[in-house]
C-alpha cells in the first residue's frame, strides 16, 4: 500500500513516528503551516516556522525515505490575532519556492470579520500565485462554517477543482461534493472521523475527488490512521486499486496542480496513472 498523506504536522511528531509511517507505506506528505498552540507574538514567530517547514523538516522526513511537501498560510484562529496580521505580506516570498505547493490551512475558526478578511486575501494569492488551496472548517457549528466557507470560495474566483475543504464529516459531505471542490476528511482516534465511518461515505459517495488524512499534530492523534483506512476500505470489499486511488493517486492529483510535486526518484511502484497511462508527476517519470 502507498501512502501519501495530504495533511498531517510533522513539526509536533517525533522520528518514532516516521519510522512507524514509512513502514507502513506513507511515501510523501504534505504539512500545512498552522497554530501551534501557544499563540505567536509577531510576524518574525512564522518566518521560522516557514523556513523549518520548507528547510529542516523535509531534511527530517528524507532521512527516512519521506517526501515531504509544504503549504503557507495565515491560519484562521491566528488571523484574529492584530500581531499576527503582517505575515500576510510575507507569504509571497513563500508561495515562490518549489517546496510549497498550495496556500493553507486557510478558512475559518470562529468566522469572525476579521477571518473573512485574511481569508478571502489569501484565496486571492492562491489564484495569484497559480497554487491550490487547502480550506481548514470549522470544529464548531459546522454545517453553518461550510456553507460560508464555499460562498467564500465561489466569490474569490478560484476554480473549485484547486480547492480542498478539509475536515469533512457526514454532515457537510454532500454540500462540499455539490460544489466541485475536492472533500478532506481527517481520521482521528477519538473525535471527527473513524476508518470505518469514512468507509461509509466511500461507499455512499465513491472514491472521486476524496482525500483521506490523519492531520496527526501536538494533539491526540495518529499518523497510521490512513492506513487504517486503507486496510477498512479493503475488509468492506474495496479494491486495491480503489485504495490506491484514495491514499496515492488523488493526493498527488490534488497537489500535482501547483506544477511543484516532483515525487521522482521515490521508491514507488507506478508513478503512471493506471487508467490512461499518463505520468501525473512533473518530470514525467
Ligand atoms: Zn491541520
Excluded at 30 to 40: D, H, I, K, N, T
Excluded at 61 to 68: I, L, P, S
Excluded at 167 to 179: A, F, P, W
Amino acid at each position: 500500500m502507498r501512502i501519501f498523506d495530504p495533511h498531517i504536522h510533522m513539526t509536533s511528531r517525533t522520528t518514532d513516528d516516521y519510522e512507524r509511517m514509512a513502514a507502513a507505506g506513507v511515501r510523501a506528505v504534505v504539512e500545512p503551516a498552522f497554530w501551534l498552540g501557544q499563540p505567536r507574538t509577531s510576524a518574525a514567530s512564522f518566518t521560522d516556522y516557514f523556513d523549518s517547514l520548507i528547510g529542516w523538516e523535509p531534511f527530517r522526513a528524507g532521512q527516512f525515505g519521506v517526501r515531504h511537501f509544504a503549504t503557507v498560510a495565515l491560519n484562521p484562529k491566528e488571523a484574529n490575532d492584530p500581531r499576527c496580521r503582517p505575515v500576510l505580506d510575507l507569504l509571497p516570498r513563500y508561495l515562490d519556492k518549489d517546496a510549497v505547493v498550495a496556500v493553507g490551512e486557510i478558512g475559518y475558526d470562529s468566522m469572525t470579520p476579521e477571518e473573512d478578511e485574511a481569508f478571502a486575501a489569501q484565496l486571492a494569492l492562491a489564484v495569484a500565485y497559480d497554487l491550490p488551496a487547502l480550506v481548514h472548517t470549522p470544529h464548531r457549528d459546522k454545517a453553518r462554517g461550510c456553507e460560508r466557507t464555499l460562498a467564500v470560495v465561489a466569490e474569490s474566483g478560484i476554480d473549485a477543482g484547486r480547492v480542498v475543504v478539509d475536515h469533512l464529516n457526514e454532515v457537510t459531505v454532500k454540500l462540499v461534493r455539490d460544489s466541485g471542490c475536492w472533500l478532506g476528511f481527517s481520521i482521528y482516534p477519538d473525535t471527527k472521523m473513524t476508518p470505518q465511518r469514512m468507509v461509509e461515505l466511500l461507499r455512499e459517495y465513491g472514491t472521486d475527488r476524496m482525500l483521506v488524512n490523519s492531520a496527526a499534530d501536538w494533539g491526540r492523534s495518529d499518523p497510521l490512521l490512513t492506513r487504517a483506512t486503507g486496510e477498512a476500505m479493503l475488509q468492506a470489499g474495496f479494491s486495491d486499486d480503489d485504495v490506491d486511488k484514495v491514499l496515492w493517486r488523488n493526493p498527488v492529483e490534488f497537489y500535482g496542480q501547483s506544477g511543484r510535486l516532483d515525487l521522482s526518484d521515490l521508491d514507488v511502484a507506478a508513478a503512471v496513472d493506471p487508467q490512461t497511462g499518463n505520468s501525473i508527476l512533473r518530470g514525467g517519470s
